[in-house]
Structure formats: C-alpha cells, structure tokens
C-alpha cells in the first residue's frame, strides 16, 4: 500500500474514533440529582405519580417493580 491509500484509510477511522468518545462523559455525584430529577420523567405530572408510587409502596409493603431496576424481589 502506497502512503496515500493509508492514510485515506485511516482518516475515516480516526474521525470515527473521534465522534465515537464524544459521548463518554463521566457525571460526577453532585451532578446525578439533576439527572435523575422527577420532572424528566416521561409522566405528565411527575410529582402526582412519585406521590401516587409512594403511597402504593407504603400500603402494599414492597418497592420496585414500576419501572426501575429489579422486582421487588431482593434478587438483584
């Protein structure tokens, strides 16, 4: 392979390599709260359903099984 053939060759890997680690962001602890905050859930009003688990959680006396990871089960 001639110089020119490799380095069209590697242009594209390089480019992708690089659009590829532009998502790899690490989210430090005081950052998370923002994240996982009520008003991005997918529920029209966030809070009312938050309040509504809650007190399902509290009358049936399990949690999980709603969404989140794991059943309710204690097995994760």
Do not use: W
Not at 10 to 26: I, K, N, S, W
Not at 48 to 61: C, I, N, P
Request: aromatic share 4%; proline share 1%.
């Amino acid at each position: 392979m001639t110089r020119r053939t490799t380095v069209r060759a590697l242009v594209p890997l390089a480019l992708l390599l690089a659009f590829a680690t532009q998502g790899c962001a690490t989210v430090r602890a005081y950052q998370r709260e923002h994240l996982t905050d009520r008003i991005m859930s997918f529920e029209t009003d966030a809070k009312a359903a938050a309040r509504r688990t809650k007190s399902l959680d509290a009358r049936e006396g399990s949690t999980g099984g709603n969404g989140g990871a794991g059943g309710g089960c204690a097995c994760n």
